[in-house]
Nanobody, 121 residues
Framework: QVHLAESGGGLVQPGVSLTLSCAAS????????MGWHRQPPGKQRELVAT???????KYADSVKGRVTISRDNAKNTVYLHLNSLKPVVTAVYYC???????????????WGQGTQVTVSS
């Protein structure tokens, strides 16, 4: 099967930067769309940034200029760099990926378990 593992979250002070990582492993044929969503406390999950299947980046209006998404195809890994963190970005960050599973001969969408980012002084 396929497993996604996010890392890089934690408790940080306002103004610092942070880079989250999400690595996929398992029976992977190829990876199409990949990105990041987040779920703030008491709110619904929302898009942060994503690569579409055409390798085009898309950012939520609320984060433009403050986050950068990147990927390493050789490592099946997607990154999210968060600049000058503010308390409002406190959330659990998840990375969904659209993955071609070789033994299933089809694409399926997978989610990681999430990594908590808490911005507080």
């Amino acid at each position: 099967q396929v497993h996604l593992a996010e890392s890089g979250g934690g408790l940080v002070q306002p103004g610092v930067s942070l880079t989250l990582s999400c690595a996929a492993s398992g029976d992977i044929g190829s990876i199409g769309a990949m990105g990041w969503h987040r779920q703030p406390p008491g709110k619904q999950r929302e898009l942060v940034a994503t690569y579409t299947s055409g390798d085009i980046t898309k950012y939520a209006d609320s984060v433009k200029g403050r986050v950068t998404i990147s990927r390493d195809n050789a490592k099946n890994t997607v990154y999210l760099h968060l600049n000058s963190l503010k308390p409002v970005v406190t959330a659990v960050y998840y990375c969904p990926m659209l993955i071609w599973v070789r033994t299933e001969d089809s694409f399926s969408r997978f989610w990681g378990q999430g990594t908590q980012v808490t911005v507080s002084s």
